[in-house]
């Protein structure tokens, strides 16, 4: 049996304060505008600032860059914010920048492939009741799980 505090050696008060501040930021949107908040489009509305490809000016993305890009924004100065106010800076340090450009790839191209990615499939997307994203939620957990067993397998370690 495993115990409770080996799960969140660190405490988890500060995951659930992160969860609370994700929902209540997603249903603020979504209250005061309607606009259901992803993240993995921002890339696309931002190309039809400096793209004539057809693909990034239709109507949905130009129509949408403007608060996606501020919705951006605030994600990165809340990091900011984060950072400066706790001091808590955790850098990353056994993967390679080559590693980390992969592995930005895979997730980017999944992620617009996916239409959406997994937090905003799972925040969002569930939350508005769709089911494209439960199904979606469904095959990352199953694919997570598979492949951490896997990794587990092959490479030794407790999943």
Not at 44 to 61: A, G
Not at 66 to 71: E, H
Not at 101 to 113: H, K, Q
Request: charged share 5%; aromatic share 16%; glycine share 14%.
């Amino acid at each position: 049996m495993v115990e409770f505090s080996s799960l969140f050696p660190t405490g988890m008060s500060h995951f659930l304060l992160g969860g609370l501040m994700i929902g209540a930021g997603v249903a603020l949107l979504y209250l005061s505008t309607g606009l259901i908040g992803g993240m993995s489009s921002v890339f696309t509305t931002s190309w039809s600032y400096i793209s004539k490809y057809e693909f990034f000016n239709q109507t949905q993305n130009t129509e949408s860059r403007k608060w996606r890009l501020v919705y951006a924004l605030g994600l990165v100065c809340g990091a900011f914010a984060w950072t400066y106010f706790s001091g808590d800076i955790a850098p990353t340090t056994n993967v390679s920048e080559w590693q980390l450009l992969i592995g930005g790839f895979i997730a980017g191209f999944g992620a617009r492939f996916g239409n959406g990615c997994t937090s905003g499939h799972g925040i969002c997307g569930m939350a508005s009741l769709s089911l494209p994203s439960f199904m979606a939620v469904v095959v990352f957990l199953s694919v997570a799980i598979v492949t951490a067993n896997i990794m587990a397998a092959f490479f030794g370690g407790a999943v």
